[in-house]
């Protein structure tokens, strides 16, 4: 049978407690999605997702621009 602890009650045990882990994502280079349905731009992913979880728009167009050379 599998029991569920805390971080502080494993700790109290003593048993090994995993480091957190990174849940932020992070895109490489520039970044930029338009909402299809709102049209609101979004500069990173964190925007988007709060958007996301805000209006439950789904639908998201990355913009790519060209580099200057």
């Known amino acids: 049978m599998a029991a569920r602890l805390s971080k502080a009650e494993a700790k109290a045990l003593g048993l090994p407690v995993p480091a957190p882990t990174k849940t932020r994502r ?3 280079g520039p970044y930029l999605t338009v ?4 049209g609101e731009e979004f500069t990173t992913m964190a925007a988007e ?3 996301l979880v805000d209006t439950h ?3 998201y167009e990355v913009i790519f621009e060209p580099e200057a050379t």
């Open 57 to 59: 728009h789904a639908r």
């Open 49 to 51: 997702t709060r958007h």
């Open 26 to 28: 992070e895109a490489s």
């Open 35 to 38: 909402c299809r349905t709102c």
